[in-house]
């Protein structure tokens, strides 16, 4: 550190309790599913679900229908329908599970990503505040949903004569439940901290089957994404670090703090770090070869009063790992911290590192 100040580097090293999203079977699936994966909290507060599904009641007309009205009107509409709305998405990041996100970040408070495959919008992902996610709004307390929509523990689906059946855990349905809306399926990411909708992301069919985000059985042939070439990892990582970046400026502002600025040095630590794990299957702060953030910083010559750090694995895309984070104790108090200034991200294919820094003050 420089400056005449007093050495002060507090490294927070954010440990989150592991959270297994995996698929079982009519044949079971258990290698394709989002396992996401956090590292254990050793934080003491408690953390009180607001949602327990046992003591809210189904409505007793369930709300199936897909909405007259909203963004997940989309799905199924051509290319040209999407821009006619919103205009040219800000850039394009391209995905392992064929469609291609067009990236909405102008207005964080209308932050979206939109899904195109073969010029038909297949899933649309919504965060921003002022959007609109009929028959949901942003910010919804679960209690609401629970009472106006019909949420079970296993969503069915047939698709070109094979069967599948998504059983979802109490934890999906207090976190992520799965809603279906006719023929368009919405998942719900919920803010366990205050019990509200965070963002909602719909999709057809054929794209929920593909990602798997829950325990899968079926009977058929089951869809999978083509193998990536080593260059489209590469394009997919670089897309998928910036929507992270994004993301995390989102929910900053949706908590009243400022957002982070980019800092390339420590967006290269971070990926350096992500692909370290993945190389050596080593899931840790702490880099047997590299050592801990403190020592990653200092090889890379970033100054800093503070720094913490957030690290995830195998989860869909950017979305689902920032929405993980936040249900994570120690993660959120990162991502919301109000002393960190800078943030720089890594990708290496499904392994995910946020580095955070307070910069000296000038």
């Known amino acids: 550190m420089r400056g005449g100040k007093p050495l002060r580097t507090l490294i927070r090293i954010l440990i ?3 959270i297994f999203l995996t698929i079982g079977l009519y044949v079971s699936v258990n290698d394709k599913s989002e396992k996401g994966v956090l590292l254990k909290d050793h934080s003491t507060s408690q953390i009180k679900e607001l949602a327990q599904k046992k003591q809210i009641d189904q409505p007793t007309k369930p709300l199936t229908e897909r909405p007259k009205e909203g963004l997940s009107l989309l799905i199924g509409q051509d ?4 821009e006619k709305g919103f205009g040219k998405p800000e850039r394009i990041d391209p995905t392992i599970y064929g469609y291609e996100w067009y990236i909405y970040n102008v207005d964080y408070n209308r932050y979206l990503q939109v899904g195109v495959e073969k010029n038909k919008v297949v899933t649309v992902y919504v965060i921003g505040a002022d959007l609109d996610v009929s028959p949901f709004e942003m910010g919804q307390p679960i209690e609401e949903i629970f009472n106006t929509q019909y949420i079970d523990t296993n969503v069915d689906i047939n698709l070109n004569g094979n069967s599948y059946r998504f059983e979802l855990s109490d934890t999906d349905l207090n976190i992520r439940p799965l809603v279906k809306l006719g023929n368009v399926y919405a998942q719900l990411y919920i803010d366990k901290f205050t019990g509200n909708l965070s963002s909602v992301r719909f999709l057809d069919a054929e794209t929920i089957i593909k990602q798997r ?5 079926y009977r058929g042939e089951l869809l999978d994404e083509a193998k990536p070439s080593e260059i489209l990892w590469k394009r997919v990582e670089d897309g998928t670090k910036k929507e992270i970046f994004d993301l995390t400026n989102v929910l900053r502002l949706r908590h009243k703090l400022k957002p982070l600025k980019w800092d390339e040095k420590t967006a290269e630590v971070a990926y350096q770090h992500s692909k370290d794990m993945y190389q050596n299957n080593d899931f840790s702060h702490t880099s047997k070869k590299y050592g801990s953030l403190a020592d990653r910083l200092k090889s890379a010559k970033v100054v800093y009063q503070s720094a913490g750090e957030n690290i995830a694995a195998n989860y869909t895309d950017g979305p689902a790992v ?3 984070w936040l249900n994570s104790k120690g993660h959120r108090d990162s991502l919301l911290n109000k002393d960190f200034s800078h943030l720089g991200v890594g990708v290496y294919e499904k392994y995910y590192t946020q580095n955070f820094v307070r910069k000296w003050e000038q």
């Open 16 to 18: 989150i309790s592991a």
């Open 322 to 324: 920032v929405e993980g």
């Open 79 to 82: 290319v040209i329908e999407l």
């Open 213 to 217: 985000p829950y325990e899968l059985t």
